[in-house]
């Protein structure tokens, strides 16, 4: 078997990167070692995370808003393998629509572990131990990320678990503990915590979500705790986990203090970041580097130090994010095509889907600190807008940061309802370096949660929103 190009891994930049070598001309296969395309986004990330948010957050407005909006349910009752149940289901659909792409794309598929043999070889080692050898003119890496378990954390599966063990939890924990206070950890431990469970949030630096912006970090932090329940410990290191049979207790201390905390209960769940996965991908026969973190290094075209290979997403350097992959996919097809595509990495938005969702995109006040730019700063509330509290999600707020010279909008960051949709109208105008006029100056429809985009906007021109 000899292609132009083989994809290793059918994640979101795996599969994404193989319909565009296609459409480009390519003769193009994609390996991927589990029996189900769509990568950790499809079976145990993305989607199947989002579909559970969802469907809490259905739960949650039932027993909590409802009988505000005059709707009375009587008596609730949850249906946790239901849930489950149509969890799966959401990820089935979405999973045959990848095979349904791959044929329509005439992009042959090797189910299989992938070992890189030489510039130009793979072997494919399937489920039955047999092994087939695929030549290739180039090939893409794009085998992802996995979770981080350190060895003092005692994973098992059990009680000690990851995001890929949470998301088939069908009985109801009591109380469950969530080591990081990441997107990963934040967005589960909200799952749970709307559905009933006791949820503390142990987190190793001072505040959660370490990057975003400090103002929508700390507006989610007091929403969680006040709607939903959860109890957060920062500054606290984990100083010992023990799984047994049916409970968990999880040991933390003060940072820099003697202070120590003891939590008992039904999960433990691990969210402090995942690692490049290059387990036996055979780097090393062919003398491809990677950092101290386990990275693949790449250079501006995202090409390895082998000349016919490259490297995208969680296996190199940048935010572990779907549409970043994606992205980083298009590119190196249309580079080998000979095209000169482009990412602008500082426009990729990140988004925290909690209720409410956080969003954001450029940089944040800290970053333009540090870098010596003079800012100023447009803030508005979400409580302030008609449409937030016809809808009762009055929490959350927009911050617009312009360049205090020449009023350019460098960052947007959004904590509230609909967030995650609502960004995309900073990153369009972002990429046409918009100023905060500009913003402030587009009609928007009234009444939308987007008017605080607008406002903020007004807020960062020269200090005059009209609703506050």
């Not at 039955?128 to 979770?147: F, N, Q, R």
């Not at 799984?243 to 039904?266: N, P, R």
């Amino acid at each position: 078997m000899k292609y132009d190009v083989v994809v290793i891994g059918s994640g979101p930049g795996g599969y994404v990167a193989a319909i565009r070598c296609s459409q480009l001309g390519m003769k193009t296969a994609i390996i991927e070692r589990y029996n189900t395309l769509g990568g950790t986004c499809l079976n145990v990330g993305c989607i199947p995370s989002k579909a559970l948010l969802d469907s809490s957050e259905h739960f949650h407005n039932a027993t909590h808003t409802f009988k505000t909006h005059g709707i009375d349910v009587g008596s609730l009752k949850l249906n946790m393998k239901q849930m489950i149940a149509r969890k799966t289901d959401v990820v089935t659909q979405n999973v045959s629509g990848i095979d349904y792409l791959m044929k329509k794309n005439k992009i042959e598929v090797h189910h299989g572990h992938g070992t890189i043999k030489t510039k130009n070889t793979i072997d494919v080692k399937a489920e039955d131990g047999t092994v087939t050898t695929i030549e290739t003119d180039k090939m893409i890496i794009a085998t992802g990320s996995k979770p981080t378990t350190p060895a003092s954390f005692n994973y098992d599966k059990n009680r000690v678990i990851t995001s890929t063990e949470a998301l088939n939890i069908d009985k109801l924990p009591k109380r469950m503990v969530v080591i990081g206070g990441g997107v990963i950890g934040l967005e589960l431990g909200s799952v749970f915590a709307r559905l009933g469970t006791e949820v503390e949030v142990v987190e190793y630096m001072d505040r959660i979500l370490i990057g975003t912006d400090k103002d929508c970090a700390r507006e989610l932090q007091k929403t969680m705790k006040r709607n939903l329940g959860v109890k957060f410990h920062t500054g606290h290191m984990v100083t010992g986990v023990e799984g047994g049979k049916t409970s968990v207790i999880v040991k933390a201390k003060k940072k820099d203090k003697e202070d120590t905390i003891e939590i008992k209960a039904d999960y433990c769940l691990i969210a402090i970041g995942r690692r490049p996965y290059t387990d036996n991908l055979g780097l090393e026969n062919v003398g491809i580097k990677t950092d101290d973190k386990g990275r693949i290094e790449v250079d501006h075209h995202l090409k390895t130090s082998v000349d016919t290979i490259y490297a995208i997403g969680d296996v190199i350097k940048g935010a572990m994010l779907a549409h970043k992959a994606e992205e980083e996919g298009v590119f190196v097809a249309e580079i080998m095509a000979g095209q000169i595509p482009h990412i602008d990495y500082n426009l990729i938005p990140g988004v925290v889907y909690t209720w409410p969702e956080v969003s954001n995109v450029g940089i944040t006040e800290e970053v333009a600190k540090e870098k010596g730019i003079k800012i100023k700063v447009g803030k508005f509330p979400f409580k302030a807008l008609g449409r937030a509290r016809a809808s009762m999600d009055v929490d959350g707020l927009v911050k617009v940061i312009a360049d205090e010279a020449t009023d350019e909008v460098l960052g947007v960051h959004i904590v509230g309802a609909r967030a995650a949709d609502m960004i995309m109208e900073a990153v369009a105008l972002m990429e046409f370096k918009a100023s905060a006029e500009d913003i402030s100056r587009i009609c928007h429809p009234h009444p939308t949660y987007t008017e605080a985009i607008k406002e903020a906007a007004l807020a960062a021109t020269d200090n005059r929103p009209i609703h506050m």
